[in-house]
């Protein structure tokens, strides 16, 4: 089945450390993003990427790092910079353009110890 | 930049009454999105909408698009258990990515 595969699905850091959150897709798609949700917030943009090799920041980008080496893959790394990590993230693909609707994986929700 | 405003934050309701949730947009949109996720889960894209004044139905949803394509509307007629979660609006405008509201959470009392 062809679809989004975010993991872990839980992840706990320590202070100061970095962690990276997976997420694959399989559905040919070319343009990849990455939101945190906080509760009564909505969905915010961390980064997104619309080719391999390239990704922009998003409205929340400062503590966040990213990749884009493979068109299926695009892993979002939470450094130590990032003062209050604690958050659902989703990672979302869709068809080249902005446009274009979004599939979502299932989140992965990250706290700390 | 662009912000997409979305009310209510919250809305309960008894099982079988309707329900609306509305977006507003600070730009003119070029096509609005709906999206709805389950409590526990993650948005699931519901419609999309281009024209201007265009109405779109799924089953006991009715999505409209405003005239001057700067606002959107969901109404739920009848609302059952299964509509229970949170509801959002997402507009675009031109060469950046989808704008996402705030979302409307629905609560449906059997």
């Known amino acids: 089945d062809g679809g989004i595969t975010q993991s872990p699905k839980y992840l706990f850091r320590k202070e100061g450390q970095n962690v990276t959150l997976s997420c694959e897709q399989n559905?040919?798609?070319?343009?990849m993003y990455w939101y945190r949700q906080d509760p009564g917030q909505g969905l915010r943009l961390i980064y997104y990427?619309?080719?391999?090799?390239?990704?922009q920041k998003g409205d929340i980008a400062e503590g966040y790092s990213v990749s884009r080496e493979k068109k299926e893959s695009f892993p979002l790394t939470v450094t130590s910079a990032q003062k209050n990590p604690t958050a659902f993230y989703l990672c979302?693909?869709?068809?080249?353009?902005?446009?274009?609707?979004?599939?979502f994986g299932d989140g992965t929700r990250l706290s700390i110890l | 930049g662009q912000q997409v405003m979305q009310i209510p934050q919250y809305q309960h309701v008894q099982e079988g009454e309707d329900f609306t949730t509305y977006c507003n947009s600070s730009t003119t949109l070029s096509n609005i999105q709906w999206y709805k996720q389950r409590p526990g889960g993650h948005p699931v894209f519901l419609i999309q909408?281009?024209?201007?004044?265009e109405v779109k139905k799924q089953k006991r949803l009715t999505f409209q698009f405003g005239e001057a394509k700067k606002n959107s509307s969901l109404h739920i007629t009848a609302t059952q258990t299964t509509d229970v979660g949170t509801y959002f609006c997402a507009g675009y405008s031109g060469n950046t990515p989808l704008v996402f509201g705030k979302g409307t959470r629905l609560s449906v009392i059997a």
């Open positions: 909408l281009v024209k201007s004044g």
């Open positions: 979302a693909s869709g068809r080249q353009g902005y446009i274009q609707p979004q599939h």
């Open positions: 990427s619309q080719i391999v090799n390239d990704f």
């Open positions: 559905l040919n798609h070319d343009a």
